[in-house]
T-cell receptor
Framework: GEDVEQSLFLSVREGDSSVINCTYT??????LYWYKQEPGAGLQLLTY?????DMKQDQRLTVLLNKKDKHLSLRIADTQTGDSAIYFC????????????FGTGTKLQVIP | DVKVTQSSRYLVKRTGEKVFLECVQD?????MFWYRQDPGLGLRLIYF???????EKGDIPEGYSVSREKKERFSLILESASTNQTSMYLC???????????FGQGTRLTVV
């Protein structure tokens, strides 16, 4: 079955880079996602990567995928206080019921 | 913009009450999901639906049921609320060809 794991907390100083890590178990995953949840809000898709890619860059965000180790990471460059949130790693496979399986979430605290 | 709307932001109910959580989406999505979010446990899938009147159990369906009479509306029902169902409930929808799932703002349910 699917299982997605993340560390629960990360604290960084404003201006530094943040790296949030995730491991997953389902080798048939097609999409791997990073969702962001700000306090009191629902989840918003931050970025995603197809399983046939190794890396994706989008402005301050870099996603790295190591399929062999089933490891996904999100790097946020020049972290800002507005990046303080919970970040969820998630996976899904193509077809079927389009179910998305989420990790436990990593709470990122940015210290000014 | 895709909109997923949950009927209440906050609810307080008594133990034993029957509770309805409503979710409406405006993008004609086939797939709809109910998750609960608890600290340290991330999002766990309760039930999902891939079509009108169709439903599938997720990972933690016990104590819950669902209803999908119309495509745009997916209801989560707590037949007899218990204190261990105090949680944040998140509804999501996803089109069959979509990459991402879209989330509502969440309903924080407290059972006393």
């Amino acid at each position: 079955g699917e299982d997605v794991e993340q560390s629960l907390f990360l604290s960084v100083r404003e201006g530094d880079s943040s790296v949030i890590n995730c491991t997953y178990t389902d080798s048939s995953s097609t999409y791997l996602y990073w969702y962001k949840q700000e306090p009191g809000a629902g989840l918003q898709l931050l970025t995603y990567i197809f399983s046939n890619m190794d890396m994706k860059q989008d402005q301050r965000l870099t996603v790295l995928l190591n399929k062999k180790d089933k490891h996904l990471s999100l790097r946020i460059a020049d972290t800002q206080t507005g990046d303080s949130a919970i970040y969820f790693c998630a996976e899904s496979i193509t077809g079927g019921y389009q179910k998305v399986t989420f990790g436990t979430g990593t709470k990122l605290q940015v210290i000014p | 913009d895709v909109k997923v709307t949950q009927s209440s932001r906050y609810l307080v109910k008594r133990t034993g009450e029957k509770v309805f959580l409503e979710c409406v989406q405006d993008m004609d999505h086939e797939n709809m999901f109910w998750y609960r979010q608890d600290p340290g446990l991330g999002l766990r899938l309760i039930y999902f639906s891939y079509d009108v009147k169709m439903k599938e159990k997720g990972d933690i369906p016990e104590g819950y049921s669902v209803s999908r009479e119309k495509k745009e509306r997916f209801s989560l029902i707590l037949e007899s609320a218990s204190t261990n169902q105090t949680s944040m409930y998140l509804c999501a929808s996803r089109g069959q060809l979509d990459t991402e799932a879209f989330f509502g703002q969440g309903t924080r349910l407290t059972v006393v």
